[in-house]
């Protein structure tokens, strides 16, 4: 069956839904926030949340929805889903590595943890074509240099890559 709308991510926070929908749009250039919608005395048996405060707040980031949901501590985010952003250049990695791993942890390979605890992948978009190349000595040149990476760093996979390392 085809659907009518695009697949859509809802993420799970304890309290802080509109707190990381407006980090997450001042990270990335071509986003908005969408409506805010707040508890009434309805959802109290199972959220516990006080009437008034925040339950979800929408948002887009580069046209893919998101709805951030204040549903409890129950639920906590790890590395099993990730968001991939691919970067053409440095400036790209490194602004997203700095700004998302403020208050948060980086991994290696590009991997990274938020301050939410929501999982990212930093990686240079030249990477498939370096790691799934017909040159095999070249592609483990480049998966030894990455290994050894937290934060991609591209010229020192370009040079692993083409052996000026």
């Not at 809802?10 to 309290?15: M, P, Q, R």
């Not at 968001?83 to 691919?86: D, G, I, K």
């Given at each position: 069956?085809?659907?009518k709308h695009p697949l859509a991510t809802?993420?799970?926070?304890?309290?802080e839904a509109e707190e990381a929908?407006?980090?997450y749009c001042s990270v990335f250039a071509n986003s908005k926030i969408g409506q805010i919608?707040?508890?009434g005395k309805a959802g109290q048996d199972v959220h516990r949340k006080p009437?008034?405060?925040v339950m979800v707040a929408a948002f887009e980031i580069e046209g893919q929805k998101f709805t951030a949901l204040?549903?409890?501590p129950q639920f906590k985010f790890n590395e099993a889903v990730s968001?991939?952003?691919?970067c053409d250049t440095q400036a790209e990695i490194d602004h997203f590595w700095d700004k998302l791993t403020e208050g948060g942890q980086p991994g290696r390979c590009g991997w990274l943890k938020d301050k939410y605890g929501v999982s990212w992948q930093i990686i240079p978009t030249m990477l498939p074509e370096i790691m799934g190349g017909s040159d095999t000595e070249k592609s483990q040149r480049a998966m030894s240099a990455f290994m050894q990476m937290s934060k991609f760093d591209i010229e020192k996979l370009r040079q692993a890559y083409e052996g000026r390392t």
């Open positions: 069956m085809k659907l809802c993420l799970w926070f304890d309290t929908a407006n980090f919608s707040h508890y009437p008034g405060s204040n549903g409890g968001f991939q952003v691919h």
